[in-house]
């Protein structure tokens, strides 16, 4: 399975090379071409059949980094010191796996023993600096092996957690490698316009890679594939779930970088009602893709967002149904059929 | 102009939902303009081909106000909502807000949690339009809402919600009403999303390539009661823009606006505002950039319900970008 090689494959952002070389031996059959710009952005063309109607070439992107940590000074002793890459709250890497550098040499984040916990430091959030990584090697060993600098990524293995029902599964980085399988299974359709996929790198550290893709393809329409925020667990309190796992593809109306075209949204909408897909509207001003580069860029480029809804996400582990992920693809794939009629004025 | 400003304030149009207010420009302004656009996220360009040895300017004001989006229904059928730009929770409660289909509704909020004195979040606040349960609510999550505020007209002053910033709308209206022949290619750019981020602004820049901008928006006081010190009041005329959070205006056309306000004797103040931006930010950093400069119009309690300003300094404003666009700019 796609996924499972994309999210077992490393790519904190600014060094997604692992995860640019699974995606190209997923599309290069597919693809008409493809080229890897100065950022590193993989785009990639597929042309069209001719005859859509008004609109001439459709981008749609997903960014293929992760939220991870970096090195930024190795101990006397060999304990590695580390800055978050992306949002990470520190509550969530105590004690967990991660594999450092091209290497991958595993080592794990270390943890005071409850033991020897005061009251106080029971209530307190240790900050990124108070941690440490764990090699189990000698000092001298890390200290050749480990720079400064060098990424860090969370060590974990793909899982099916359940094979019906909501057909879940358990990764890394479902943020956003969800969306850059979709995108691979939309590229082995073709269109009546020339469709750009565009995986796009730095997401989670500003859009970075996603503005300059967007400058340089200079697409009539764009579309973002996310993997997004998961709130479902029960509450106290009626509030909203920001999306359901298991109630179909999310559409973004806005989130914090983007409102999105309103003809855009209901395309998928009517889509997803034409196909008998389900589908939810997620929480309204939460979060932010790389629409919010893409849509500012030039003279604006109409944006829309589609999502499979992943728990626990910007941390070691997630969860998402293959549900969600299957329908998600046949909606996109429906929507860009639909999009070769052209766009309403 | 009171009637044309009257109907711009009480037209619904958050960020992101501009549209009823570019109806409304657009036909005030259809006749008057040489061409009419709408680009990709919804500016409206309204151009004025001049009639040659002039520049070509880009006035820019937002269409956009602060508003409210939906964000949860809760099973009882009180609406959770989320902030549309900068909006102070300390002004909500007991207010009343209306969706684009014309529904109102109050806002209330939680009381375990928050003391009489407390400055609620918002996630502590709702809607209430009435509804006795989720399946018999008629709002649905991603409807937006702007509060619900009629225009006063108190003679010299007037109160409204969103003078930020349909007055800049309502001036540049008026501008091309009065302007008559120009050498200038006048682009008058009504933009979106301006709260959310000058993102209209961002886009129409790059588009328009103009050799010059003026935003025109609205800026704060220091003339109420215990306000925090700035040398901007109500009726002190157009306050030019020195500096803000998000940009130094051009010194270039600073020193025209001045120069010209006081060949026509119109009264301006100088403007430095300690806190937020305008359109003029997107507008100097586009491209390879351009030389841009900002008439303000001072109004006091910006982002509540109830704003206000001075008419003298909004006509003031309109008789000072008239006498800037009759004449190539001398920088």
């Not at chain 1, 293929?64 to 949002?87: A, C, H, K, N, Q």
Request: charged share 25%; with cysteine; aromatic share 4%.
């Amino acid at each position: 399975m796609l996924i499972q090689q994309l999210v077992e494959a490393d790519g904190v952002s600014g060094h997604e090379g692992a995860v640019r070389q699974v995606l190209i031996g997923a599309i290069e059959a597919c693809a008409d071409e493809y080229r890897v710009d100065a950022l590193g952005n993989l785009i990639v063309v597929k042309r069209g059949r001719g005859g859509a109607g008004g609109v001439r070439s459709v981008m749609v992107s997903a960014h293929m980094d992760e939220v991870g940590l970096m090195v930024t000074y190795v101990e006397r002793d060999g304990t590695i010191r580390f800055s978050p890459v992306g949002g990470i709250d520190p509550r969530v890497v105590l004690a967990k796996r991660v594999r450092i550098g091209d290497d991958r040499i595993p080592g794990v984040i270390g943890v005071k023993p409850i033991h020897l916990l005061e009251q106080a430091e029971r209530e307190r959030v240790l900050r990124f600096d108070q941690m440490g990584i764990d090699t189990g090697m000698s000092a001298d060993e890390v200290a050749r092996r480990v720079t400064p600098g060098t990424y860090v990524a969370f060590d974990t293995a793909f899982q099916v957690l359940d094979e019906g029902g909501l057909r879940t599964v358990k990764g890394k980085a479902f943020d956003d490698r969800a969306g850059c399988a979709i995108l691979a299974e939309v590229l082995k359709d073709s269109y009546a316009f020339d469709l750009y996929a565009a995986f796009t790198v730095q997401e989670e550290v500003g859009l970075r890679g996603a503005r300059v893709a967007a400058y340089a393809v200079n697409p009539d329409v764009a579309f973002v594939l996310e993997g997004t925020v998961c709130d479902d667990s029960p509450k106290d309190k009626d509030v909203s779930p920001t999306t359901r796992l298991g109630a179909g593809p999310a559409l973004t109306i806005m989130d914090r970088t983007v409102v999105c075209d309103r003809r855009l949204v209901r395309l998928l909408v009517e889509e997803a009602e034409a196909e008998g897909i389900p589908f939810q509207i997620k929480q309204p001003a939460i979060g932010g893709t790389d629409a919010g580069a893409i849509h500012t860029q030039r003279e604006g480029i109409p944006s829309a967002v589609m999502a499979v809804p992943c728990r626990y996400i910007h941390s070691p582990v997630s969860v998402m149904s293959l549900n969600d992920f299957d329908y998600a693809v046949r909606l996109m794939r429906g929507a860009l059929h639909r999009l070769e009629g052209g766009l309403e004025a | 102009m009171k009637e044309l400003i009257k109907a711009l304030v009480e037209t619904c149009g958050p960020s992101g939902s501009e549209e009823k207010v570019r109806e409304l420009i657009a036909a005030e302004v259809r006749g008057l303009a040489t061409s009419l656009e709408v680009d990709a996220l919804g500016n409206l360009i309204a151009m004025v081909r001049g009639k040659g040895g002039g520049r070509r300017i880009m006035l820019a004001a937002h269409m956009d106000e602060i508003g409210l989006v939906v964000s949860h229904v809760d099973e009882r059928g009180f609406l959770r909502f989320q902030p549309l730009g900068g909006v102070p929770t300390r002004t909500l409660v007991g207010g009343r807000v209306r969706f684009a289909n014309g529904l109102r509704g109050a806002i209330g909020a939680e009381e375990k949690g928050l003391g009489q004195n407390d400055l609620p979040r918002f996630d502590q606040l709702f809607i209430d339009v009435g509804a006795r349960s989720k399946e018999a609510c008629p709002v649905r999550v991603g409807d937006v809402a702007c509060f619900d505020r009629d225009f006063v007209d108190l003679g010299d002053r007037l109160i409204a919600k969103a003078f930020d910033d349909r007055i800049g709308c309502a001036i540049l209206i008026q501008t091309l009403k009065e302007l008559g022949e120009t050498p200038n290619d006048v682009y008058m750019v009504f933009t979106v999303q301006e709260e959310l981020g000058l993102r209209g602004a961002q886009t129409a820049a790059f588009g328009v390539e103009a050799d010059l901008g003026i935003a025109v928006d609205v800026t704060r006081t220091g003339d109420t009661p215990e306000a925090r010190t700035m040398a901007v009041g109500l009726g002190g005329g157009p306050a030019i823009k020195v500096k803000d959070r998000g940009m130094l205006t051009h010194r270039g056309v600073r020193q025209w606006m001045i120069d010209t306000a006081q060949v026509a004797g119109v009264p301006y103040q100088l403007e430095v505002l300690e806190a937020g931006t305008t359109d003029g930010m997107a507008m100097q950093t586009t491209k390879a950039g351009l030389p841009v400069g900002v008439l303000s119009v001072a109004t006091r309690y910006v982002h509540t319900p109830s704003e206000m300003v001075d008419y003298q300094d909004v006509t003031n404003s309109v008789r000072l970008l008239v006498e800037l666009l009759r004449r190539p700019p001398r920088l």
